[in-house]
């Protein structure tokens, strides 16, 4: 049951933003919000900055073949991992035993499949919220749930590690949606940084935090040929946030302290947003990484729950902890779906919202025996712009220091060619179909905040399990507006499918009515939103629009029709109840304009009807 809508009571949303959400030039002059708890968190130890090296993971081979593809076998375990030199050693949870998993590396046109083993112990390190999807879950069995997504990955929907495709160890139990094994992966779209991740309802946020995620990047034969820095001047960075124990276990918070007693709240709850206190890079706190003075390929990726980063590379001195000048730049060479047509300088931050990956090349060749900060002015709870205002809102502005060895430069035979990656552009005029959907909060029974997606017939937002209202059909080409009528930026993200983002708009812009998008009259998209994208910021009080191909695009992706997702990715919004069913309907359906005919009844609704077949 809802309670209400925070800040603003439905009749005064509709309201602002017009009757059933369709009025011409709708205002809303404050984003609806409900307003944050405190999260209700410990602190870290305080730990030497700047001590241990970054590593990085290794690249695991596979251990045979299944019908003349590569077969891998991952087993997921609880192991002790060193997070930093003055830390107790860490029980994490990882794949293939380590924290973050091993690179899976595959080359474009060339399928593989994987195990995903799970052996971990019944009890989660964590503690569990057995309200979210208590319905749905039997918490009191199956602790140790997993299953794991392919985030990018241009799938078949029976391989795209779907919430209720959930398995326990050795699969002992799995989940309702639980179809198979061995997941294929077709491998059949442009060469990208994708990377693997913990999807099981209810406790995503718990086991990304627990430390299952890893990078799988995706080759091209022709990619050598480009002469980018590569083998150990190609590093992959996940940035993410924690916060430790004194005995160095990992520390989440349960929801509840004796300042925020609310008898209706269970224990443990879940938080609206986590932010760590500790800087941690490839699973070691607070590290530093050691460069040549020439040109480096960095794939970066947002691994944290709820943070975002805004990066630039300062140049730091590290006895007094003070930075100074501008460092080198970020070229971008590459988004979530592949390379861009041409590389990027970015001149000011590199935005990163959670999920969100950036293949960069910095060349260090001018800062030989310097010292760098890779620094992030984002503040936690963040807003779509950095201020003076940000109390309370845990910066993590520290995230990894660089030393650059040598005194001059040294021999680099790599470099930025001009031309990198093929993006045809999806032509605005060859959208079957503008769709409206909205970002937006509300309460749920025990007074917490509880994020939602919506849509132009029902702003106020749908829950999970609500029928699907996303049904668009295999080879056609769809305009969402996303518009964010919550208090924060999000994260938006699209299984199966990569976009282009058209651009942005105040919401008091925007016409939900109208035949069409004039890119004119849209703040172009930003720098980092280039490309192929399979995640975009919306931020408060503005609409984002995208256009999305379902299916083959000129030679790229592939066709694919089921049941996938979207949702948040803040993985605290994504667990209550920031996610929806994404239906790819086959192209003989009788699609009936895009609404999904099925029967909306208590049964439907109760089994999750069609939206996790």
Known sequence: MLRGIGALSVPSLLGAVGKSAAASNGALNEPNGVPQAAQVSGSSPELEKWVDEVP??????????????????????????????????????GYDGQY????????????????????????????????????????????????????????????????LAWFTQDFEETGPKFTKKDYHYVNDQPASTLWYHDHSLGITR????????????????????????SDEYEIPLVLQDRTFNDDGSLFYPTGVSEE???????????????????????????????????????????????????????????SAGTTGEEGPSFTLIGNDGGFLPEPVQITDRLQLGSSKRAD?????SEYAGQTLLLHNNAPALFRGSVGDDAEDTKPLP?????DVEGTEPVADPSRVPSSLGRVPEIPIDSADRNRYVTLATQTDEYDRPVHLLGTGENITGNHLYDPVTETPTLG????????????????????????????????????????TIDPASLDPPRTNEQGWNDVVTVDPGEVAHIIVHFGEYDGLFNDQTGHYMWHCHMLEHEDHDMMRPLEVLPDDSGNNGGKCERPVDDENRDSGGPIFE
């Not at 830390?87 to 949870?93: A, F, G, H, R």
């Not at 269970?266 to 460069?291: C, H, M």
């Open 260 to 318: 925020n007693t609310a008898e209706s709240r269970p224990e443990p709850s879940i938080v609206p947003q986590f932010y760590g206190d500790t800087s941690v890079v490839n699973g070691k706190a607070w590290p530093r990484l050691t460069v040549e003075p020439r040109k480096y390929r960095l794939r970066l990726l947002n691994g944290a729950n709820s943070r975002f980063y805004n990066l630039k590379l300062l140049e730091y001195d590290e």
């Open 56 to 93: 990085r993971p290794g690249v695991i081979e596979p251990q045979g073949t299944k019908e003349g593809q590569p077969y891998y076998e991952v087993e997921i375990q609880e192991v002790e991992q060193d997070i930093h030199r003055d830390l107790p050693s860490t029980t994490v949870w």
């Open 360 to 364: 960069v090349v910095v060349d260090f």
């Open 476 to 515: 056609t080409t769809e305009i969402w507006s996303i518009a964010n009528i919550t208090g924060m930026s999000h994260p938006v993200h699209l299984h199966l499918v990569h976009f282009q983002v058209l651009g942005h708009q105040p919401f008091s812009d925007f016409d939900p009515d109208a035949d």
């Open 100 to 163: 973050p998993g091993p690179t899976i590396e595959a080359t474009r046109g060339e399928p593989i499949y994987i195990r995903w083993q799970n052996t971990l112990p019944d009890e989660h390190l964590l503690p569990v919220d057995t309200t979210i999807h208590g319905d749905k879950v039997p918490y009191d069995t199956t602790s140790s749930r997993v299953v794991t997504h392919l985030h990018g990955g241009n799938v078949e929907h029976e391989s795209d590690g779907k919430p």
């Open 398 to 402: 520290e995230v990894m220091v660089i």
């Open 206 to 229: 718990l086991n990304v935090y627990a430390g299952l995620a890893g990078f799988y990047l995706l080759r091209d034969e022709s990619e050598p040929e480009l002469d980018l820095p």
